[in-house]
């Protein structure tokens, strides 16, 4: 099942490489499936490339947690609040992040 939703996403990706939902769907099963993190990582920003949301932001900064890159994580969230900065989730993101970084 897996093996196939992921072709599937795959070719959505290829049909639609301007489309950030096939690129965040792929993510979101390779994080179930314990996922390379670098590929989930550059999958994430090319979604974010696609469409810069907070939505798409924060899956870039957990995809960049996973795979080490502390600074794009950050980056991501700060982009993020500066989309939307009245989210205190993002803000509490933000707050871990940097008092990660800082260990």
Do not use: W
């Not at 490339?49 to 957990?62: D, F, G, H, S």
Request: hydrophobic share 45%; net charge negative; proline share 7%.
């Amino acid at each position: 099942v897996y093996d196939h939703a992921e072709r599937a996403f795959r070719q959505a990706i290829a049909l639609t490489p301007t489309e950030p939902g096939p690129y965040l769907a792929l993510v979101s099963l390779m994080m179930e499936r314990g996922g390379d993190p670098l590929e989930m990582e550059t999958l994430a920003l090319k979604a974010a490339a696609c469409e810069a949301t907070p939505e798409t932001l924060v899956v870039v900064a957990r995809t960049a947690v996973e795979a080490g890159d502390r600074p794009t994580a950050l980056s991501a969230v700060e982009a993020a609040l500066r989309l939307d900065p009245d989210n205190a989730a993002l803000r509490q993101l933000l707050q871990r992040l940097s008092s990660a970084s800082s260990k």
